[in-house]
């Protein structure tokens, strides 16, 4: 729980960082439609959410900062019973003016006279530019003779960064429902169930714990299907001798978790999968280790790729000298992508990893990323010795930096062969 005086110190920040004589707008979230009158699951706009904690869709933060003061201001959806029969219960100004420590709440259907009478006064304006189209139009009616239009996302996304103490507790309780998921998920493989059948056991876990949602779509890719990076077809049988690369992560109170790791089918690994597994692991730990204040993202990444490369070459699948390989980027076929990134709201948070002068932002206390070394070597792939094609292994753990080093937040998740063997045969 993130109680409102976080919110609203959250909103202090962002408009001490706006210029003066400015206007700042946030939207929520629309819903998107499905098809006809269906509509896919809501979630709010993760900007406006880390700034309000409203979750309603229809609604607007305005923050007005003149010569005189700032002023936060929030438009919500006034109460309709009409509406609320079909839609569900809303807040309406009242209890909002309650609940949320801004200055002054409207209904949404006055948005457009306030701004006109906020905007009069202002030289710039603040707004999302990845706006869609709709709203970014309206705004732009309203917005005629300002000269300055600037985004506001990035000011956001930079505040992000950095977790405060209850936005761990969250990632922690999303990572704690998560580990359930997966433990659940090694002890319910067994040949001839399908990959969709496994994905539901995760999925129910996440529900069944508190987590509404996942935190992006669980992949669950049997045997050659873990070489798909972003395989969500989950519809094939688990086929025995095979291991199960499962990332999966719930999302509990819009805080995500985002975790990988490979089981075998039928609970046993073989000699074969050991040896890649076992390798990529080594990695990892390694690279958890090297996490601390001021250490560069980019440099976890070039040594986790070294450290890959050496491992590929000394099992046989790459041949030849590791740092030549590395210049000639022939790892880079087993292994295309990064060692992890930032997460908290988002699964892949929209935080930056450069300042504006191009320059990388160093790991700092607070942060949380992940980290997910990996190997893909394809079933076709004649290049590389028979036994290990086929196999993709991928493992992920969401990593806090802290004042001294690291925590690593997913560390009960089972992930040596000796844990996943044991829960997978319990
Ligand atoms: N689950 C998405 C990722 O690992 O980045
Ligand atoms: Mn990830
Ligand atoms: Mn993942």
């Known amino acids: 729980m993130i ?3 976080e919110y609203k110190k959250r909103r202090d920040k962002l408009a001490k960082s706006l210029s003066e004589n400015s206007v700042g707008i946030l939207f929520s979230a629309s819903y998107r439609p499905r098809s006809n009158d269906t509509e896919y699951p809501y979630r709010q706009n993760s900007n406006f959410y880390y700034l309000t904690s ?3 869709d229809n609604s607007c933060l305005v923050i007005v900062k003149t ?3 700032v002023k936060t201001i ?4 006034a109460k309709d019973k009409q ?6 219960k809303r807040l309406g100004e009242k209890e909002a003016e309650k609940i949320f420590l801004v200055d002054e709440v409207y209904a949404i259907t006055n948005l457009e006279e306030k701004l006109k009478k906020f905007l009069q006064t202002s030289k710039n304006l603040y707004f999302d530019f990845g706006l869609e189209y709709s709203k970014m139009k309206v705004l732009k009616r309203y917005a005629k003779g300002i000269a300055v239009h600037q985004n506001i996302a990035p000011l956001v996304n930079e505040m992000r960064l950095i977790k405060s103490v209850a936005e761990i507790a969250l990632i922690k309780k999303a990572i704690n429902i998560t580990k359930k998921a997966h433990h659940k998920a090694m002890s ?3 040949a001839n169930k399908n990959e969709y059948e496994l994905q539901a056991e995760i999925e129910h876990v996440f529900k069944s714990n508190g987590a509404y949602s996942d935190a992006y779509t669980s992949i669950v890719a049997c045997g050659n299907s873990a070489n798909t990076l972003h395989y969500i077809e989950n519809n094939k049988p688990l086929q025995d001798n095979e291991l199960i690369l499962i990332d999966a992560g719930c999302e509990y109170e819009y805080y995500a978790s985002d975790i990988t790791r490979c089981i075998p089918v039928n609970g046993k690994f073989t000699e074969v999968q050991k040896e890649l597994y076992n390798m990529v692991l080594d990695v990892e730990l390694k690279i958890i280790e090297m996490i601390k204040p001021n250490m560069l993202r980019n440099d976890l990444q070039k040594k986790s790729e070294e450290l890959l490369c050496q491992g590929m070459v000394k099992l046989g699948i790459l041949k030849g000298n590791y740092k030549k390989l590395i210049k000639k980027q022939e790892h880079k076929k087993f292994y295309p992508h990064g060692i992890g990134h930032w997460m908290g709201i988002d699964v892949h948070d929209e935080c930056p990893y450069k300042y504006d002068n191009g320059d990388e932002i160093p790991l700092r206390k607070g942060m949380v990323l992940t980290i997910e070394p990996a190997i893909y070597i394809d079933k076709d792939d004649k290049s590389v010795p028979k036994k290990y094609r086929g196999i993709g292994i991928r493992i992920e753990d969401d990593i806090l930096v802290t004042k ?3 925590v690593n937040l997913s560390y009960e998740i089972a992930k040596s062969i000796e844990e996943i063997e044991s829960l997978s045969l319990s």
Not at 74 to 77: A, M, T
Not at 83 to 88: I, Q
Request: aromatic share 20%.
């Open 67 to 69: 010569t005189k003061g």
């Open 3 to 5: 109680g409102q005086k």
């Open 74 to 77: 929030l438009f919500v959806q």
């Open 54 to 56: 409203f979750k309603e």
């Open 188 to 190: 319910f493989s067994k």
């Open 404 to 406: 001294e080093g690291y």
């Open 83 to 88: 509406k609320e029969l079909w839609n569900g």
